[in-house]
T-cell receptor, first 115, second 114 residues
Framework: ETGVTQSPTHLIKTRGQQVTLRCSSQ?????VSWYQQALGQGPQFIFQ???????GRGNFPPRFSGLQFPNYSSELNVNALELDDSALYLC??????????????FGAGTRLSVL | AQTVTQSQPEMSVQEAETVTLSCTYD???????LFWYKQPPSRQMILVIR??????QNATENRFSVNFQKAAKSFSLKISDSQLGDTAMYFC???????????FGGGTRVLVKP
């Protein structure tokens, strides 16, 4: 177990709806990264939050947005859901700051199905 | 932009035998990190091994070892004495030394047969 928890584990939405996914980071970690993993593919980086600020973003449209809270937990919000948003969404926590990048520890993900 | 390629979609191995997974990557960076992650059916991505590009010595972690060839941009994973619990998807990943994101390959499914 990595100490990273995600909720919910599964979610079914319809096209056009909005969804919020949640992640609790490992104790002591101040950085959360979100990844989208389509079926049969490797994860793709969505964005990262470090100390409540966005710290890098992948090639995802603005309808993917996020938040990080003072306790370093995080939310991923997706508006105007599309069928292609169906995927496993992974959250990873790490200890960011100066020095070499630290290991990212992953949660078990949220499986989102868009109908 | 960095790319990571895993050319073997699926590998099978008998219990107690050895299997080697291939990974190649493309980057113009000189300093970076390479990782192998394991994703069992439980979906949780688990770090198997990490290699710093500036270290010539290949990383090892118990039954797992890598063959890092920087000039060839190759980073293979060897699983020795395979166990049933090694059955999973294995992902090779890249991160720039000053970076914040992992770039993953497409994965290799490993099936360990009794």
């Amino acid at each position: 177990e990595t100490g990273v928890t995600q909720s919910p584990t599964h979610l079914i939405k319809t096209r056009g709806q909005q969804v919020t996914l949640r992640c609790s980071s490992q104790s002591g970690h101040n950085t959360v990264s979100w990844y989208q993993q389509a079926l049969g593919q490797g994860p793709q980086f969505i964005f990262q939050y470090y100390r409540e600020e966005e710290n890098g973003r992948g090639n995802f449209p603005p309808r993917f947005s996020g938040l990080q809270f003072p306790n370093y937990s995080s939310e991923l919000n997706v508006n105007a859901l599309e069928l292609d948003d169906s995927a496993l969404y992974l959250c990873a926590s790490s200890l960011g700051g100066t020095g070499p990048p630290n290991i990212q520890y992953f949660g078990a993900g949220t499986r989102l199905s868009v109908l | 932009a960095q790319t990571v390629t895993q050319s073997q979609p699926e590998m099978s191995v008998q219990e107690a035998e050895t299997v080697t997974l291939s990974c190649t990557y493309d980057t113009s960076e000189n300093n970076y990190y390479l990782f192998w992650y394991k994703q069992p059916p439980s979906r949780q991505m688990i770090l198997v091994i990490r290699q710093e590009a500036y270290k010539q010595q290949n990383a090892t972690e118990n039954r797992f070892s890598v063959n890092f060839q920087k000039a060839a941009k190759s980073f293979s994973l060897k699983i020795s004495d395979s166990q049933l619990g090694d059955t999973a998807m294995y992902f090779c990943a890249f991160m720039k030394a000053a970076g914040n994101k992992l770039t993953f390959g497409g994965g290799t499914r490993v099936l360990v047969k009794p």
